[in-house]
């Protein structure tokens, strides 16, 4: 018969008061059910635990050898059980985040710094990825507790809608284009261009590729590059225009950015496997307060409010 909790915290609550009756009104319990429990515990450890009828109680080397044991035991659940409390508060655990190499130079920094001054006890861990696909495997294997991007197609678990990206066409600070009247762009102005593109499995790659395609040409490619980040520097260094999120361009940069005419723009959104619980669910919250898709510096040239309202889905 194998040994339970409850019986190992009777036996360690009886020696620790040296008598049945103190232990039973500690545990809350009757004195003959405590006695019957210790008596069913020593039967499946093969001997006594006790020495009956001294005062105080002590315990048997049987005894004594399962203590130590038993203490620890008692010790992991409390230990576990304090664990979920924190967690389920927001004040400890770990969060495994799954997203995009573009959303976590982007959208990402502003709400994780947010999220970690309220909650500082609770570890962060991110997963990087080129393409949104990536996302939903990751997530879907159970490597993550909520994934950020592109919404899912036909996702069985819980999606939440964020604000869309609004794409900007980078120049060089010398680019001729850069002396033009207004911040909007089509895209045709640039067709015969060489371009700063990205190779796959980025996901930008579509989008560019896509965006050009809706203007009537296919991108002349001046470089290629996998890195987002790259992107921003080889464009800005004269190698040619790059199309970006918003969010990827410091305000300090914002006289060498043109806004697509039609405008770019890719949906985000956060999405769980299943309901999310009370950890996920905190930072989604932290996420949908924080997350600027398009921020002010940008909002500006667009005309529209940096933080619109979400529409209800």
Known sequence: MAMTLRQLQYLVTIVETGSFTRAAERLHVSQPALSRQLQILERSCGGSLI???GRPITPTPLGRAILPHARAALFEVEKAHSTALRVVNACGGELRLATLHSISLGVLPAVLGAWRSAHPGVRLSLVEKLHDNELQLTLGAGHADVAIGPPPIDWPGSIFPLE???FVIVLA???PLMSRAGSRLHLSELAEREWVHFTEPNGLSKIFGHACESAGFRPRV??????TAAALQLALAGVGPTMLPANMIPAHLVAQVLLPDPPVRRPLAAYTRSQ???LTSTFIDVLTEHARPVPAHVASL???PAHRPLQAP
Request: glycine residues 10%; negative net charge; without cysteine.
């Open 276 to 278: 999310p619980d009370a």
């Open 222 to 227: 001046a470089a290629r590059t996998q890195q």
């Open 51 to 53: 020495e009956r009828g």
């Open 164 to 166: 869309a990206e609004e």
């Open 302 to 304: 667009t005309g529209v």
């Open 173 to 175: 600070a010398d680019d």
